[in-house]
C-alpha cells in the first residue's frame, strides 16, 4: 500500500485509525516494520528505507506500507526510475542513460524494457487520469513513439493533479497512482 514520504503523518494517520485497509476498508493498525533495505537515490546516494507495517482489524490482512518515492522491488527511487523514462522517451538508449543517472547499464535495460512492456496499459490509465481530473485539458500530443506518448500523458495527469489537488513530486505521484507498480504486473483496464 503506497503512502505520502512523511513517516511521522503516515505514523499519526496509523495510530490515529486514519489508514483504511485496501482489502476490505477495514481500520489499519500498526503492525511493526518491513525489513529494512537501502534505496539508491540521483547521483547513487543511498538511504535506509525500513517501510511501516500494517495489520486491518477486520480482515486481518497485513500490509507494508511504502512511502510514495519508492516502486515496489526496485532498489532505486522512483524519481531516479523516472528520469530513465523521460531519457528514453527522448529517443535515450539504455547505456547513455546508465552512464548520465549513474546507474548499472543492466538495471536501466531492465527497467525500459519492463516499462515499454506495459506502456500501452499505462497510456490509458493515464489517460483515463488526465480527463477525469481535467476534463478541459488540453489535447494530448501524439509521438513517435508510445513509450514517448506515456511519458507525455504522465507529465500531463501529474500536472492537472497539481492543479487540482496540490503540487506533489511527479514521479511520486506516478509511483501512488500506480500502487507503486509502474515496472510491475501490467494494469488491468
Same mark, same amino acid.
Given at each position: 500500500m503506497m503512502v505520502d514520504t512523511d513517516s511521522v503523518e503516515v505514523e499519526r494517520l496509523l495510530t490515529g485509525d486514519q489508514l483504511g485497509c485496501p482489502v476490505c476498508s477495514g481500520v489499519l493498525a500498526p503492525w511493526g516494520h518491513g525489513r529494512a533495505r537501502q534505496i539508491r537515490g540521483p547521483g547513487g546516494l543511498t538511504s535506509w528505507l525500513q517501510p511501516r507495517r500494517s495489520r486491518c482489524g477486520d480482515c486481518r490482512a497485513t500490509h507494508v506500507l511504502l512511502p510514495m518515492s519508492v516502486l515496489v522491488r526496485r532498489a532505486d527511487c522512483v524519481d531516479v526510475i523516472g528520469a530513465a523514462l523521460g531519457l528514453m522517451a527522448t529517443g535515450a538508449g539504455h547505456r547513455k542513460i546508465g552512464t548520465v543517472l549513474d546507474v548499472a547499464v543492466g538495471t536501466v535495460r531492465g527497467w525500459l524494457r519492463r516499462f515499454a512492456s506495459r506502456a500501452a496499459s499505462w497510456r490509458v490509465v493515464f489517460t483515463d487520469l488526465v480527463v477525469s481530473l481535467d476534463p478541459m485539458s488540453a489535447p494530448i500530443r501524439v509521438h513517435q513513439s508510445l513509450v514517448a506518448d506515456v511519458v507525455e500523458v504522465i507529465g500531463l495527469a501529474a500536472a492537472a493533479a497539481a492543479r487540482r489537488f496540490g503540487r506533489k513530486p511527479?514521479?511520486?505521484? /506516478?509511483?501512488? /497512482?500506480?500502487?507503486?507498480l509502474l515496472l510491475g504486473p501490467v494494469p488491468a483496464g
Open positions: 511527479p514521479w511520486q505521484f /506516478v509511483s501512488g /497512482v500506480s500502487g507503486g
